[in-house]
């Protein structure tokens, strides 16, 4: 799962080993909140530090127009968003980039449980500015 030409990708990589090991146990069907809690059990279990439910704020022309609850900032690095649904849309894709660039983050996953196959999308925001 390693690849080097992406960034993170050791980090990215144990991320989706975690995921797939909580799908491959629950499989699909359950709700969100609860691939949440089984996701903290196996990040945990690889010493991947992380705060669930970080409250990111939104910025607009430099001004706090309000936040939105990231499921998973992992070390201060990327986000990840979790969906429990049949089937990921592009709406999915967009809502995750644009948190990418509201918190000005690099790197972000979309994780998908409710579908029978995991589905796992890595998001690079192009407006980053590091």
Do not use: W
């Not at 809690?37 to 607009?60: H, K, N, S």
């Not at 644009?98 to 998001?123: C, D, H, T, W």
């Amino acid at each position: 799962m390693v690849n080097s030409k992406y960034k993170y990708s050791e980090l990215t990589g144990r991320i989706i080993g975690c995921a797939f090991e909580v799908h491959k146990i629950l499989g699909n069907g359950f709700q969100e909140v609860i691939y949440q809690r089984a996701l903290v059990i196996d990040l945990d279990a690889c010493g991947i530090i992380y705060t669930r439910e970080f409250d990111m704020p939104i910025y607009f022309k430099g001004r706090h127009v309000g936040s939105r609850r990231v499921d998973f900032l992992v070390e201060n690095t990327l986000s990840i968003e979790l969906k429990a649904i049949a089937v990921l849309t592009d709406d999915h894709l967009a809502q995750a980039i644009n948190y990418l660039e509201a918190y000005n983050l690099e790197i972000g996953m979309l994780i998908n449980f409710g579908s029978p196959s995991l589905q796992v999308k890595r998001l690079l925001n192009k407006k980053f500015m590091g």
